[in-house]
């Protein structure tokens, strides 16, 4: 019986310290470390597709100057294209987009591209521990639960061995009065 209740007693010190040190280590390292790891991550993630984005363009543009090297006229497919220049079709009418439909697809762009973003950014719920009352509320219920679990489950209780009953014989070097 005795050695069973030790060990719940030692499961609950460790379930309760492990609370309490987790809680007070997370409230002193959400700011800075955790906050600027999820950024770190963001800004990786963000400069991989860059590079993605990069090595498309080079395969892109190596096509491109080999279907050049074997077909000279595509050139100036390519420049109306690239340059913007009018085709010069003769009595063909392009349709062309006005500044007010311009303007609309590119605020809807620049919208989407800001959502996009926002789900991308740290986690909602360092967002929360990161407030100010969020850590002070974290640091003290840490401390809370690592001075109740030092409390109620620390070491044993110690048994002292029962004193003696003085003697009555004198120890040597005593005299008896």
Request: net charge positive; charged share 25%; aromatic share 8%.
């Amino acid at each position: 019986m005795a050695k069973g209740s030790a060990i719940l007693r030692y499961l609950l010190f460790c379930i309760f310290f492990t609370a309490g040190a987790g809680a007070v280590a997370l409230s002193i390292l959400i700011d800075p470390e955790i906050s600027n790891y999820y950024q770190s991550r963001l800004q990786l993630r963000q400069v991989e597709e860059g590079n993605v984005r990069v090595k498309r363009l080079i395969a892109q543009y190596d096509a491109q100057i080999q279907q050049i090297e074997m077909d000279p006229n595509l050139l100036g497919k390519l420049q109306r294209f690239t340059f913007g220049h009018e085709p010069d079709l003769d009595g063909a009418i392009l349709p062309k987009a006005s500044e007010e439909e311009l303007a609309a697809a590119k605020t809807a762009l620049f919208a989407e591209l800001n959502n996009q973003k926002g789900a991308r950014l740290v986690p909602q719920w360092v967002h929360r521990c990161a407030r100010t009352n969020n850590r002070r509320v974290l640091f003290v219920s840490g401390c809370g639960l690592l001075v109740i679990t030092f409390i109620f489950f620390g070491a044993p209780r110690r048994h002292r061995p029962p004193r003696r009953k003085p003697d009555e014989t004198p120890l040597p070097g005593r005299l008896k009065m």
